[in-house]
Nanobody, 119 residues
Framework: QVQLVESGGGLVQPGGSLRLSCAAF????????MGWYRQPPGNQRELVAT???????NYGDSVKDRVTASRDTVRNTVDLQMNSLKPEDTAVYYC?????????????WGQGTQVTVSS
């Protein structure tokens, strides 16, 4: 079973920066997409960023000018650099890995890391 281990969450002031990291273990199906989603309080989970094995990125509309996702395919990691953080960025951030086949998706989630943007 794939394991995703996240780190880097915490409390940051508005306008500040934060870097999240996620490492994947026991990955046997390739290629796969890695990325980040978030779930603000009382809201549904939403896309932050994904990165394909080839390095193609996709960003959520609410963050795409302020975040950069990067992936290391050798170490099986994906990082998320977030800048100019706003209070509305407060959420639990989840690492995601998905391997897509013609018949089904194999999708895995991390346990989540809390990001709180507040003064």
């Amino acid at each position: 079973q794939v394991q995703l281990v996240e780190s880097g969450g915490g409390l940051v002031q508005p306008g500040g920066s934060l870097r999240l990291s996620c490492a994947a273990f026991k990955v046997i199906r390739t290629p796969y997409i890695m990325g980040w989603y978030r779930q603000p309080p009382g809201n549904q989970r939403e896309l932050v960023a994904t990165v394909t094995s080839g390095g193609v990125t996709n960003y959520g509309d609410s963050v795409k000018d302020r975040v950069t996702a990067s992936r290391d395919t050798v170490r099986n990691t994906v990082d998320l650099q977030m800048n100019s953080l706003k209070p509305e960025d407060t959420a639990v951030y989840y690492c995601n890995l998905v391997h897509r086949t013609a018949s089904r998706d194999y999708e895995y989630w991390g346990q989540g890391t809390q990001v709180t943007v507040s003064s």
